[in-house]
């Protein structure tokens, strides 16, 4: 099931699988901001990282004697959420734990996901509670993929990644794969608020940077200034991505609060890299804001 919220600049669609939103709509020019999913070259469109982000160790997880099979950035992203609550500008899902999660993750939560605009800004909040009877970590990200070019009177390269300060992105290394402690950690850029988009900016893969101060980072048109700005602040890691095709048809600005699994790392989920711990009935919030500068 889709919902379409909608105020006097945005138009916003949300998937009821996953909690995913699949189109945000420019209303005064109609165009697409979002990836429009295309299997051909990536399927989704903003999918929700949970209970963890990237890969895990062997594709598996240890639960005391009991051991877990897992994908890459866990399975939120795959299951129906349940609409709680709709209004004009503002829709709430909700997922929670059952028997078929529990074959997946044996731990009982909730996560509760609220889209809210407010102008030309979309609000993504998302909440976790631990419903269960132990205490319970784990993972979370966010991963939009924006649209490129904007419009056809421009190509990819008419864009820059821009921070709102000076930066020398530090980024974890990779391996093959998307396991961390591939290598060397490395510098993207040194001094400057601008990385530009090219063929081969993500030749490699993925850059998942850390340690950022600015506050944004915003894919931004360099001839009029229009831009997509991600609220950045308090995330611990963001990763920039798009697919190996040429041209480049999306970049994805990602929001972090925890890493993928180590290259030989270990197998106990107890030891996996995770965004909080929560003790029963504890409930841990965040959120991603992201404002459409698209006006002709």
């Known amino acids: 099931m889709r919902y379409t ?23 005064k020019t109609n165009a697409q901001m979002l990836w429009c999913g295309d299997p051909a070259v990536w399927n989704r469109h903003s999918p929700i990282l949970f209970p963890y982000t990237g890969r895990l160790t062997g594709g598996r997880f240890t639960v005391g004697s009991e051991t877990f099979e897992g994908g890459q950035h866990g399975f939120a992203r795959d299951f129906e959420h349940a609409l709680k609550e709709q209004t004009d ?48 970590q784990f993972g979370l990200g966010f991963h939009p993929a924006y649209a490129v070019p904007f419009d056809d ?17 530090l980024c974890i290394n990779t391996a093959a794969g998307g396991l961390t402690c591939g290598g060397a950690d490395y510098y993207l850029a040194r ?35 229009r831009s997509i700005r991600v609220n950045i602040e308090g995330f611990p890691f963001v990763l920039i991505w798009s697919a190996s095709t040429v041209p480049m048809r999306f970049v994805c600005i990602e929001p972090w609060h925890s890493l993928p699994g180590e290259k030989d790392g270990p197998a106990a989920w107890a030891d996996k890299p995770c965004a909080a711990k929560l003790a029963p009935g504890e409930v841990w919030e965040t959120a991603l804001e992201t404002t459409f500068e698209r006006a002709e």
């Open 191 to 225: 001094n400057t608020t601008r990385i530009p988009l090219t063929d081969t900016l993500f030749a490699n893969d993925s850059h998942c940077m850390t340690g950022l101060r600015s506050k944004s980072l915003s894919l931004v048109e360099r001839d009029t200034g």
């Open 89 to 136: 500008t503002s829709v709430t899902l909700e997922l929670s734990s059952s028997e078929e999660t529990r074959r997946l993750w044996p731990f009982d939560f909730t996560l509760t996901a609220r889209y809210t605009l407010d102008g030309a800004r979309v609000h993504h909040a998302i909440s976790i509670k631990n419903t269960g009877k132990e205490d319970m």
């Open 5 to 27: 919220i909608e105020n006097e600049r945005i138009r916003l669609t949300v998937d009821s699988v996953g909690a995913e939103a699949v189109s945000v709509v420019d209303k």
């Open 153 to 169: 009177a421009h190509t990819y390269t008419d864009y820059d990644l821009v921070f709102d300060r000076l930066e020398s992105p």
